[in-house]
């Protein structure tokens, strides 16, 4: 799609959701922001509710500031002025100088072919014939219209859900309003889909999950998504 001109994010808008979320499950401390991190949850991407409540049900204080549900609406869990543990690279200050987004979303997809796979973890599972399974080993239903194919694979899967225009509109318009509030810069950055040194080194920009860290297949590069990031930039 030729992407559209974004407008930043209106906090007033019916699209924001304020989620009442305890003070012990991130790190009620105001930082300076220098990143923006985006992620994917590896869950229904029609109920946010599920992130909120498995973050709920741990001690370990991994929430994001913001989880977009395929709708677009955006459900606050804190001010992007707090932090949470979201990037898990070793390095806390990473973590208290950036902002996460979590887009909803199935993910990684495997397709199943009637023999066993392992899914890690999760253990080995013998697998449907033409059914797809989430990394977790589940099988879940993905329309023919929300698959991407990477034939070469990205990050040890070949399948992906996409995300929807609704939840790439409300990721620009918060790109737009975290560019006006801290002055990241919204600069494209071509290495973003791979370890990035200048991303571990702090370096202000957007970034992706997959940036820090190499098992991690968060996000990955759809056309869709690129081509939002790269509209940013007037």
Excluded at 23 to 40: F, G, R, W
Excluded at 152 to 158: I, L, N, P, T, V
Aim: proline share 4%; glycine share 8%.
């Amino acid at each position: 799609m030729a992407y559209k001109n974004l407008d930043p994010f209106d906090v007033k808008s019916d699209k924001l959701v304020f989620v009442p979320f305890p003070a012990d499950q991130y790190i009620p401390q105001t930082t300076d922001k220098k990143q923006i991190v985006l992620h994917h949850t590896v869950s229904d991407p029609s109920n946010s509710q599920g992130d909120l409540s498995y973050w709920l049900s741990t001690t370990i204080r991994v929430a994001t500031a913001v989880v977009i549900q395929n709708d677009g609406k955006a459900f606050q869990c804190f001010s992007s002025r707090l932090w949470g543990y979201h990037l898990g690279a070793g390095n806390w200050k990473l973590d208290a100088h950036s902002i996460g987004i979590e887009i909803d979303n199935w993910g990684g997809l495997i397709l199943g072919n009637g023999e066993n796979c392992d899914f890690g973890d999760f253990g080995v599972k013998k697998t449907q014939k033409d059914e797809f399974y989430n990394a977790y080993g589940n099988i879940v239903k993905i329309p023919e219209n929300t698959l991407i194919e990477f034939p070469q694979g990205f990050r040890g899967y070949k399948y992906f859900q996409k995300y929807t225009e609704s939840q790439l509109d409300t990721v620009g318009e918060l790109l737009l309003l975290w560019n006006k509030t801290y002055g990241i810069p919204l600069d494209y950055n071509e290495e973003m889909f791979d370890i990035s040194q200048r991303a571990l080194s702090g370096e202000s920009g957007i970034w992706s999950h997959t940036s820090y860290i190499k098992e991690k297949s968060d996000v990955f590069p759809q056309p869709d998504l690129i081509e939002m990031l790269k509209s940013l930039k007037k």
